[in-house]
């Protein structure tokens, strides 16, 4: 079961003070948020540089708040992950009923913490650093269909590839 969480708390204890909190929303540009990071782990002076940064999302900002995630964790090498999924409560007035009535909505909602230095292993949703593609391959896939590939032609012929 996730747990319920108020919007003055998060569930990731222990952040170090100069931790960069990026907030991510249904309308946020990715390219935008993800040259801030950058430029942050990458920073000019130590008082400018972060080792830590926690990407918070919820409802239909989760999508986006993960695809920040995988593709900075594909553009910085060696960051360890913590995520964690709960529900945030948000109170809306009933349109319904009596004007007075307040409804609480409970949203899915997401933090992941990456981190340049190691985290606890034990932690649940703990992921270790993803390794480094083969140097031979230049960690690109090789062009063209995979050997096994099928294709089925636009006549109803299938080619084979292999």
């Known amino acids: 079961?996730?747990?319920?969480?108020?919007?003055?708390?998060?569930?990731?204890?222990?952040?170090?003070?100069?931790?960069?909190?990026?907030?991510?929303?249904?309308?946020?540009?990715?390219?935008?948020?993800?040259?801030?990071?950058?430029?942050?782990?990458?920073?000019?002076?130590?008082?400018?540089?972060?080792?830590?940064?926690?990407?918070?999302?919820?409802?239909?900002?989760?999508?986006?708040?993960?695809?920040?995630?995988?593709?900075?964790?594909?553009?910085v090498a060696g960051l360890h992950q913590l995520s964690k999924v709960y529900y945030k409560r948000a109170n809306q007035d009933s349109q319904r009923e009596t004007p007075s009535q307040v409804l609480e909505k409970r949203i899915p909602a997401i933090w992941i913490l990456l981190s340049k230095d190691p985290l606890d292993p034990l932690e649940p949703g703990y992921q270790a650093p993803q390794r480094a593609p083969p140097e031979s391959s230049g960690g690109l896939l090789p062009a063209g269909p995979s050997p096994k590939h099928k294709r089925l032609c636009l006549d109803g012929q299938i080619e084979s590839h292999l």
């Open 1 to 75: 079961m996730l747990a319920v969480i108020s919007d003055n708390s998060h569930p990731i204890p222990g952040l170090t003070p100069n931790t960069l909190h990026m907030r991510v929303k249904q309308g946020s540009k990715i390219h935008n948020l993800l040259r801030i990071v950058t430029a942050r782990f990458q920073g000019d002076r130590d008082n400018n540089r972060i080792r830590q940064v926690v990407f918070t999302g919820s409802g239909r900002g989760i999508t986006k708040t993960i695809t920040c995630v995988e593709i900075l964790k594909r553009s």
